[in-house]
């Protein structure tokens, strides 16, 4: 697919990098014309380390969990956060998130393996998956995980039968379609009643499954998951997901006698990729979820369960940045600038699967004011392979360090070979200090698994 025209008419922005407010991670600071994050040069970092480069402020990362954690637990003091995973996972990431006190969603059989490496809990660790596999469930069960979210009728009996055939009893919630239509890109809409994701709720499917689950040996159903989808900033959705779900909890007990102890509402709150996004706050997210949790269980006279959420991008998204070298500019007068940089689709698919905006600076001239408006080509072999689309940016040169914000989740969890592309190392800053925490690949990596 090739790039949307590009806008003529956008003027560039004029701004610094300091003036891109949430958009920046927590440490972001300016000196002598240097982005610096964590204490960290981003200039000399990426001169170490090579580009492209994924960055990772570890004081954000670590920020935004305690204020999920705190947050919800001073409304309510029976919540749980699971950090999702999906968005962006390493071991290192893995040892933060326990050294948090946060739990963990994995969604497939690699996650759950990095996970266990890293020494996690294997009691905190929630799995999901529309289609796991019965290899997959397996090594979950025999692991001994804290909840398996069931997906499908199909997915019980697999759980039913590998628990039984290991002498456990597995702990499970069901993944239920409230039908809420999440104002969010359609890709990453999942709440919605056509999905390929958990129980529908139409003709009470749900419902009737749910006798499915209580007699299905093996399996202890403990909870609920709802998930409607993805850099949401619509609060009431998430409300509406709660009224719906704890109905739901309300009906259950009537008609199986059972009660539900927990309700997972799945992902967190959006983020801000550009300087106009102004998603909700963690905190009036854990204002709303607890308010509409609290009030619909007293208007269903149920006991309110315990509350666990599963942020992934408002945990890491802002934390990341990813740094490239310029290495080709190309005007094309009455059609667009181009910047090339050296990555592109491999490392951040996001921008050709769905057009995502970001903001981006130039990291060696972090102090100037953003003066063009450029596409920031990748190097790969597709025309729609672009990581920023029309953005505002310092005068670009050869040899400039471009930094790209936001870039901490769903870019290396999705990240790719292509073109034999080896992915970028990861490095966490902090307190002035870089530390590499998963090396550059090398061209022998792309070969290792080849016979
Ligand atoms: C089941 C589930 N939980 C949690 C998440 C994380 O969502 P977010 O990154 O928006 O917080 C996702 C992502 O789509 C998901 O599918």
């Known amino acids: 697919m090739s790039l949307p025209a590009s806008d003529l008419t956008k003027q560039a922005d004029h701004l610094t990098t300091m003036d891109l407010g949430a958009v920046l991670p927590a440490t972001a600071e300016v000196r002598e014309g240097h982005l610096f994050i964590g204490g960290v040069d981003m200039v000399e970092l990426a001169r170490e380390q090579g580009t492209a480069l994924y960055v990772f402020d570890e004081a954000d990362i670590r920020g935004r969990l305690a204020t999920y954690r705190e947050n919800f637990q001073s409304r309510y003091a029976n919540s749980e956060i699971i950090y999702a995973s999906k968005a962006f996972i390493n071991k290192e990431m893995v040892r933060i998130v326990a050294a948090e006190g946060a739990s963990l969603d994995v969604s497939g059989g690699g996650e759950l393996a990095i996970a266990l490496a890293a020494g996690f809990p294997a009691e905190r660790v929630y799995v999901h998956g529309n289609n796991k596999t019965p290899q997959e469930l397996e090594e979950a069960i025999s692991a001994g ?7 499908s009728r199909l997915e019980l009996a697999r759980v039913s039968e590998i628990a039984q055939r290991l002498g456990v009893v597995q702990d499970v919630y069901m993944r239920i379609t409230p039908g809420v ?8 809409k999942t709440g919605c009643e056509d999905s390929k994701f958990g129980f529908t709720m139409r003709e009470d499917f749900a419902f009737n499954c749910v006798g499915d689950v209580l007699a299905a040996p093996g399996v202890n159903l403990v909870g609920l998951h709802c998930h409607i989808g993805s850099q949401i900033f619509a609060l009431h959705s998430f409300a509406e997901a709660v009224e719906i779900m704890v109905e739901f909890i309300a009906r259950i007990k009537e008609r199986y006698g059972l009660e539900i102890t927990e309700l997972d509402i799945g992902g967190g709150v959006g983020i801000a990729y550009t300087v106009q996004d102004q998603p909700a706050t963690i905190e009036q997210f854990a204002e709303v979820a607890t308010e509409a949790l609290l009030g619909s269980c007293e208007v269903h006279g149920v006991n309110p369960p315990k509350l666990l959420t599963e942020p992934g991008r408002s945990i890491v998204a802002t934390a990341g940045v990813t740094l490239y070298t310029v290495g080709i500019l190309k005007t094309l007068p009455g059609i667009r600038k181009y910047v090339a940089i050296d990555g592109g689709m491999s490392d951040n698919i996001r921008t050709a699967l769905y057009h995502a905006a970001y903001e981006a600076v130039i990291a060696n001239k972090a102090d100037q004011p953003r003066t063009e408006i450029v596409t920031l080509a990748g190097k790969h072999c597709e025309s729609g392979d672009a990581v920023v689309l029309d953005g505002s ?6 040899g400039d360090i471009v930094c790209v914000f936001d870039t901490g989740a769903y870019c290396r969890s999705m990240s790719s070979n292509y073109n034999g592309q080896p992915r970028p190392a990861v ?3 902090k307190d002035g200090t870089a530390r590499v925490v998963t090396r550059r690949e090398t061209y022998n990596d792309l070969m290792t698994c080849d016979i």
Do not use: C, K, N, W
């Open 145 to 151: 995980v804290g909840r398996i979210v069931l997906d």
């Open 181 to 188: 239509e999440a104002d969010t890109h359609e890709y990453i």
């Open 393 to 398: 940016i310092q005068t670009p040169e050869l």
């Open 427 to 429: 490095v966490f800053v």
